[in-house]
């Protein structure tokens, strides 16, 4: 008879024994038994435990094959009548897109494009490959049904109505920035309303997931998976805010597909009446990554934004909108740019060589009309102002021509780091603060007005500010 502990010995012996014979084995069970026996008078106690420690060596391992395509999203090119998908998957596979009309013959095109392997640079150093297909000659405003993959896996199926390419189309946008992986508060009711076809177009003003890098860049891929059920179904279009920096915002880089050549960085999109314009703040501050970037893309917005304002074109589309994540003025006590010093991203820096010029005098010098910002985990109104003063249209009617560009900053969609505070005494550009969890909705009704609210997710989806910006004319003349 076995003791109490013998018995324990016994029962893990066995558990080893057969976890080590059975794969491949022809035994039948009650061979097993048998030997199991014999296996229990001959082996000494210390010889078991010993045996017992190596069972995890003993057991073979075979790494799962990720073929599966997931953390789906689209993005608007900038060419009328196109699309781009995007998607990863953990083993090499074909990138292909097949779709068709809704309500038509169910995938009825098939699109191939290219896949890029992407290495994290965290310690495990994680690969994937991020697939791109772009799809072309899409009827305006028609939606289109798909999915993608390839014969080793496709994804689930979605739907997305391509872009009115009329100029003379009133978009509707969400926006907002810093939403993370934890504490997303305001995810599911984005989610539903993308769902309920409330939006056309997302604008994500930098800070994802709270950080795309983190455990070896597993915390943005399940942040790319949080957001597919808005991103595959809307163009998901952003800009890199602090919180995507680290090894010289890799995954940033590689995750998204904006329009252009410079790695989603900096670009530039035409919708509606309006020419929208994201860039990053962050060359700013991490110079260490090249202080040519910063330069070069000042030359960038410096010609698209002389492009913009030929007369040809702001006739068409009147409305210039930047968005970028750090803003020019804000007024939370978190120590920050924007409370302790004067914002580079405004006026620039003088300890680099040559000096780094700021954006506000470029940007007012060419019209910009409305400049979209987050960083701040709070939303924050602002009159109208240039050089940290108010030019409001009319004190009766401060954003009906008013005689500088307008910001707005919508930080407050949910993240780890909680909602910020304010500061007690604001400047006079102030207009309204909110530190509930939220987010913005606008819509550029046509070439004289915007319409921007915001949503408070702590209120249940209620709208607690809204404005109207009319601009019977735009460009620099407009400030006179």
């Known amino acids: 008879m076995l003791t109490s502990h013998q018995g324990q010995i016994h029962s893990l012996c066995v558990c080893v024994y057969v976890c080590v014979t059975l794969p491949g084995s022809t035994y039948k069970s009650d061979h097993v038994i048998t030997e199991t026996k014999q296996f229990h008078k001959m082996m000494p106690v210390h010889a078991a435990c010993a045996l017992l420690s190596l069972a995890p060596l003993l057991v073979l391992s075979v790494p799962p094959i990720w073929t599966q395509p997931e953390q789906v999203h689209l993005s608007y090119p900038g060419v009328p009548g196109s699309m781009v998908v995007t998607w990863t998957t953990f083993n090499k596979t074909e990138s292909n897109v097949e779709y068709g009309l809704l309500g038509g013959r169910l995938f009825e095109v098939t699109v191939g494009g290219n896949d890029t392997l992407f290495v994290d640079s965290g310690e495990e150093k994680r690969k994937m490959f991020i697939h791109r297909v772009t799809l072309t000659g899409l009827k305006p405003a028609a939606t289109y049904v798909y ?33 993370g992986n934890e504490n997303p508060q305001s995810l599911a009711r984005l989610q539903k309303e993308t769902q309920l076809g409330m939006y056309d177009v997302i604008l994500h003003i930098g800070d994802f997931a709270y950080d795309m890098h983190e455990d070896n860049a597993r915390i943005g891929d399940e942040f790319m998976r949080q957001i597919q059920s808005i991103a595959a179904y809307v163009p998901y279009m ?6 995507e920096a680290p090894y010289n915002f890799s995954n940033y880089r590689n995750r998204f597909s904006m329009p252009g050549q410079t790695e989603s960085l900096w670009y530039s999109w035409n919708l509606g009446s309006a020419h929208i314009i994201s ?77 780094a010029p700021g954006l506000e005098d470029l940007f007012y010098i060419y019209g910009v009309d409305l400049e979209l910002w987050a960083h701040e985990h709070t939303y924050e109104r602002l009159w109208p102002v240039y050089g940290d003063k108010v030019f409001n249209g009319s004190k009766e009617q401060p954003y009906v021509n008013p005689k ?64 109207w910006v009319v601009k019977e004319k735009h460009g620099f003349s407009a400030w006179f």
């Open 404 to 467: 500088a560009p307008v910001h707005i900053i919508t930080g407050s969609a949910g993240c780890r780091e909680k909602t910020d505070r304010f500061n007690l005494n604001p400047k006079e550009w102030s207009a309204l603060r909110s530190t509930d969890y939220g987010y913005t909705r606008m819509q550029v009704v046509n070439t004289t007005h915007v319409y921007l609210e915001q949503v408070s997710d702590d209120q249940y989806g209620k709208v607690i500010d809204s404005i």
């Open 238 to 243: 952003t800009c890199p805010g602090n919180h």
């Open 147 to 179: 999915h993608c993959g390839s014969d080793e896996g496709w994804s689930d199926v979605f739907s997305f109505t391509a872009l009115n390419d009329s100029a003379s189309f009133s978009p509707r946008f969400a926006l907002y920035g810093d939403l």
């Open 279 to 355: 860039f990053s703040t962050e060359v700013y501050f991490y110079l260490e990554f090249g202080l040519e970037l910063l330069f070069k893309q000042y030359e960038w917005l410096k010609k698209d934004l002389e492009e913009a304002n030929k007369p040809e074109n702001r006739a068409v589309r009147p409305w210039i909108i930047t968005m970028g994540h750090r803003p020019m003025y804000c007024s939370d006590d978190d120590q920050d740019d924007c409370t302790t010093f004067d914002s580079y991203v405004r006026l620039g820096r003088n300890d680099t060589k040559p000096p």
